[in-house]
Every structure is written in structure tokens, then in C-alpha cells.
């Protein structure tokens, strides 16, 4: 079992910065390969980045590359999002999750955080 809390939301203006944390506990959070979605409001979930479990490899949603990165201290069983250059359109909801294998870019992780609630104003 893999307990997971994010934290960092919050209100920021259009071309602002936050990073999002996600603190894992109750399990060898190392071992995990990790994802960050978003849902805004009447839509679906959305991909929109992850790192193995090495921090080796990130993968990023087309919409946020070279704005966000994600990466991770295993040491402090934490990942981060650092997000840059933000949009009105990244206001959403964002979760963390931890998968042990399988596609980092596909929802079904195995465990997911509360979220956290991002609102870009304009």
C-alpha cells in the first residue's frame, strides 16, 4: 500500500510558476514509477507527466513540455511538479500516482493522492 498527499496549489496568474509535491509513505516509494494527472472541471482525467522510478526517464503531455517537469528525491519519498509559464488552461485538479509497471502515460495507475486544486487566472 502507497499512501500519497499532494500539496502546492493554489492561485497564480497567467505566466506564473508552481511546483506541486507529492509525499508517498507506506511503502518502498523507490520502487515506484510515478504520474501526474489533471481533470478540470467537466472533463476527463488527463495525462500529464511521469518518471520512472530511477528518475531516469520523464514523459510529458504535448501540452505542457517545455513548460512543467517533473522530477523526484527518493530520499524524501517525494515528486515534483514544477510548472512554469502557466496557462488559464492548466487550471484543474492535480493528482499524483504510483504504479509499480505498465504504461506511465495510461491512467490505471495503482494509487492515487486527493489532489490538489490549481487555478490560473487570466
Known amino acids: 500500500q502507497v499512501q500519497l498527499v499532494e500539496s502546492g496549489g493554489g492561485l497564480v496568474q497567467a505566466g506564473g510558476s508552481l511546483r506541486l509535491s507529492c509525499v508517498a509513505s507506506?511503502?518502498?516509494?523507490?520502487?515506484?514509477?510515478m504520474g501526474w494527472f489533471r481533470q478540470a472541471p467537466g472533463k476527463e482525467r488527463e495525462f500529464v507527466a511521469a518518471?520512472?522510478?530511477?528518475?531516469?526517464?520523464?514523459y510529458y503531455a504535448n501540452s505542457v513540455k517545455g513548460r512543467f517537469t517533473i522530477s523526484r528525491d527518493n530520499a524524501r519519498n517525494t515528486v515534483y511538479l514544477q510548472m512554469n509559464s502557466l496557462k488559464p488552461e492548466d487550471t484543474a485538479v492535480y493528482y499524483c500516482?504510483?504504479?509499480?509497471?505498465?504504461?506511465?502515460?495510461?491512467?490505471?495507475?495503482?494509487?492515487w493522492g486527493q489532489g490538489t486544486q490549481v487555478i490560473i487566472s487570466s
Open positions: 500516482a504510483a504504479r509499480l509497471r505498465g504504461r506511465l502515460v495510461s491512467s490505471d495507475y495503482d494509487y
Open positions: 507506506g511503502s518502498t516509494f523507490s520502487s515506484y514509477n
Open positions: 518518471i520512472t522510478w530511477s528518475g531516469s526517464t520523464a
